[in-house]
């Protein structure tokens, strides 16, 4: 007989997503700064700085978002030798993964972030600094990216690109904007989603 009591992971899930939603402002709030005054004593130019951290926020969901699919068919390959209920495989997949977080590899996803950066065209680094002088951002953000997965529904971050019509439903604008530029010139923070509806606000600069 199957259980009528929702499965734990999902019996927690509204107090998992308002900690994690207010994870993601700390983050912004301090993590960002943090990062953004670190980069400050190696690049004097603001806007490349605060590429650098957006990249690197987009990229940390992105490989967080593919650590967790990998770790979750290893989880359900694992448990369906076995699993006989009362709650559903998909159910007992999540609450496993809920309980045993620890067990993401973030060092990994830190590099497949660095490694990613570094190759992207939109940002530069002088060749001593490596972008492993942010990995404290990185990893934060990869760790609430990888939980933010076990949601339902999972959150994500919205993916911004230069010149794009900028959304007052999406961002903010930067104190140093152009408030009459329709255009977004580059990204500060991604906005936080759930399924396509904005969670928390990003933030962008516009520029005529």
Known sequence: LRSCSPARAR???ASRR???IARFGDIYDRGRLDAETLLRTYISDMETVQRIIYIAAVESFHAAKMAY???KIRVRETL???HSGPESLEDAVLDYIVRHEDLYDVQASVNEVIRS???NPKISFPPEIDFIVISTLIRELCRVAFSMQTLVPPLDVAFGTD???FSETKYHRSFDSDF???LVAYHIWPALMENDVVIVKGEAVTKR
Do not use: K, V, W, Y
Request: charged share 15%; no cysteine; hydrophobic share 40%.
């Open 11 to 13: 019996h927690t899930n």
């Open 18 to 20: 308002t900690r994690l």
């Open 69 to 71: 699919r990998q770790f």
């Open 80 to 82: 369906s030798l076995g």
């Open 117 to 119: 950066m570094n190759i």
């Open 163 to 165: 010149g794009e019509l």
């Open 180 to 182: 009459t530029a329709a």
